[in-house]
């Protein structure tokens, strides 16, 4: 079954620009929510408002890799524009983990006074406009965790606000409620009612992604009027300036990626001759990893050079730069643009640019936007492209989403549709499966504990040294009504400190919860496998437990592990599905604890224990209202004071 989607463009002005690109620079509204194909450009808008505008922007990604990626990007961007190599390198800087490494290299300690001073200017005296690419986390930690220094103690939110003209969030469907507090104190502080006017600063906050959220109903949970969001669409066009060729989107039932890619391996070598790319995308992590070994043999029985294949996945890209066994390209820092064929996991989707993929095979991803991510990849710039999709019959048995696009292939088989038509068809399969009316074209939203997280972000960026006197004042005076009920639930467990048997465990809890605050994606521990040849590759704990027999061979010294061999050595014939992530659960009145799952249940687990645990150091009764007030903090959240097994209390609490 196949089906072509026809050539679709956006318009284009004198100035090169599309009216979303035009739009991105001169709406005046203060949030923007920016939804276009991919491949049109979102980022690109902002790289002419520092080059033609002077602006400064904060633009914030969700991985390293495409933080890099858009660094490196831009600098070769301007200098193909007619500037020097020392100007453009001049206006653009990464903060990220890769650049704090990078930093503590050069012997710089203080690097959190260096991002202090470049939120202020990168050049100071320059009139070049500039832009900071950023990881959440880094943004965050400058905001709510890191050490005041002499000099700095006032340096926080409002000064971002004010040395900066934008604040992007690209991606924006990558965030989890947890991670909502970020964004919402930006979108609050910017409509909020100033002295000066409506909105604190000059920044304008910009949401970007191809796959958007519905994120309106969020966004006025935590305070803002519709009035005050600007939702901006790019409208496509026959003619213009071409996002993505005729695609061709192919069904096929092969059993697994490495035979789709044996069954093909003729056609992707007449791509490679022909100087484009090929991509080839996984769903599992485990699929690609143990395939590595025969395509290894595949590829140069077929005359590929695997030092032109990168490998692109969590755990290659754990490293800066290096060659797999195979001779295959790994690390995050390895240019996806260098290289002829791709084989990567769910790490392309997020905003990963390709130079000509042209031939794509994959697997559909877990969700509609995961597929839609993945296949706007391919074919760009007006190029004629073939996507191959691999199904599963007993997935698409499974997931609704699937058969509804499998059905609609088979029901047009040999047909010319739009990519209005496929998006419409993926979004409408979001959202039939949620009980919540959302926006047309958008592909779900936001979790109803957005708001509350965002909540206890805000009271905890009150307390940071650097709000104090009427920078405090703002930010209580315009704190989100999630906030101040947190706030009183808080006030509520408190009052346990009046038994002097609870008093010890009281405040612990409440740090214990507050710090929960500081992650802003659920990600899980991670474990250092060094192979006999000496590399280091950080594995997920829990994968590595059910796919291997890894850590019941070889002791765990601290977050590492030496081996023989290598991990391909240990495979399990069968993924130990028993295995699950644990989570040490904390309590307001007691210093014992629970390991429970940390899975979709944990919420209702926690609540079931809190009534069970040292129950002879408490008479529930005896504290009326405590009880629920610490239940209701829990459950409005979804956090859970607790922390993985191997990682201390003291680690974790010690950041407030």
């Known amino acids: ?34 939804e276009a194909p991919t491949g049109a450009g979102k980022s690109y808008a902002f790289q002419r408002a520092l080059r033609d505008r002077g602006e400064r922007v904060l633009f914030i990604v969700p991985t390293r890799r495409l933080a890099q990626n858009l660094a490196s990007g831009l600098v070769q961007d301007l200098i193909a524009a007619g500037w020097g190599k020392p100007r453009a390198c001049g206006v653009v800087t990464l903060w990220s983990s890769d650049q704090t490494a990078d930093l503590k290299a050069q012997g710089i300690v203080h690097i959190n006074g260096l991002r202090l001073r470049q939120m202020q200017a990168l050049k100071p005296g320059s009139r070049d406009g500039e832009m900071i690419v950023a990881v959440p986390e880094v943004v965050s930690a400058l905001l709510v965790r890191r050490r005041v220094e002499t000099g700095q103690a006032s340096a926080g939110v409002f000064d971002l606000l004010v040395d900066f003209d934008h604040i992007v969030l690209d991606e924006f469907h990558t965030i989890e409620a947890r991670g909502f507090g970020l964004a919402a104190l930006f979108a609050r502080l910017v409509t909020a009612e100033h002295e000066s006017g409506t909105g604190y600063g000059r920044a304008r906050l910009s949401f970007l992604s191809a796959t958007p959220l519905d994120l309106l109903p ?45 069954a093909h391996i003729k056609d992707i070598c007449t791509e490679l001759e022909a100087n484009r790319q090929v991509v080839v995308i996984y769903d599992s992590l485990a699929a690609l990893e143990k395939d590595l070994p025969v395509l290894a043999r595949l590829f140069p029985e077929g005359g590929i050079d695997p030092s032109h294949v990168l490998i692109v996945n969590s755990v290659r890209d754990s490293i800066a730069q290096g060659l797999h066994q195979a001779g295959f390209a790994i690390g995050r820092k390895c240019d996806p643009l260098h290289y002829g064929l791709i084989l990567a996991t769910a790490s392309v989707e997020m905003g990963v640019t390709f130079r000509n993929a042209n031939l794509m095979l994959m697997e559909p991803g877990f969700e509609p936007m995961n597929f839609l991510q993945r296949y706007g990849r391919a074919a760009r710039r007006g190029a004629d492209g073939r996507v191959i999709l691999r199904l599963d019959d007993r997935r698409t048995r499974r997931d609704p989403w699937l058969r509804s696009l499998r059905d609609w292939v088979q029901a047009h088989h040999g ?22 009316a959302m926006a047309a074209g958008t592909f779900g939203q936001l979790s109803g504990r957005a708001a509350w997280c965002a909540g206890l972000y805000w009271n ?22 999630t906030a101040k ?144 007030a610490a239940k209701k903090l829990v459950k409005l959240t979804g956090l859970v004071p607790g922390h993985d097994p191997d990682i201390s209390v003291d680690a974790v609490s010690s950041v407030l």
Request: glycine share 4%.
């Open 460 to 481: 905890v960026l009150m307390d940071h040294p650097s709000n104090r006197g009427h920078r405090r004042e703002h930010l209580f005076k315009h704190r989100p009504k």
């Open 1 to 34: 079954m196949e089906l072509t989607i026809v050539k679709h463009c956006v318009a284009q002005g004198d100035d090169g620009l599309s009216p979303l690109q035009q739009a991105l620079i001169e709406d005046t509204h203060r949030v923007r929510v920016a």
């Open 218 to 262: 969020t966004l006025e949970q935590i305070g803002l009027d519709k009035e005050q969001v600007a939702i901006l669409r790019e409208d496509l066009v026959p003619e213009g300036r071409p996002l993505h060729g005729d695609v061709v989107l192919t069904l096929s039932a092969a059993p697994s990626l490495r035979e789709l890619i044996q």
């Open 485 to 628: 009920t947190l706030y009183g639930l808080e006030q509520a467990v408190k009052t346990l400190t009046d038994d002097p048997r609870l008093a010890p465990h009281v405040e612990p809890w409440l740090r214990l919860f507050r710090a929960q605050a500081f992650d802003l994606r659920t990600i899980e521990r991670k474990v250092r496998v060094v192979n006999e040849r000496g590399e280091a590759f950080a594995y997920p704990e829990v994968w590595l437990k059910r796919e291997t027999s890894v850590l019941e061979r070889f002791p765990l010294v601290d977050d590492d592990i030496h081996i023989q061999g290598s991990v391909d050595d240990y495979w399990r014939d069968e993924p130990d599905r028993n295995v699950q992530r644990r989570w040490i659960c904390h309590f307001p009145h007691t210093a014992e604890t629970r390991s429970l799952p940390f899975d979709s249940r944990l919420i209702d687990a926690w609540c079931g224990e809190i009534e069970q645990v040292d129950h002879y150091a408490i008479d529930w009764d005896d504290h009326p209202g405590v009880l629920d």
């Open 415 to 436: 047909k010319r549709l739009s990519i209005g038509e496929l998006t419409t068809v993926l979004s409408q399969a979001a959202v039939s499966h949620s009980n919540r």
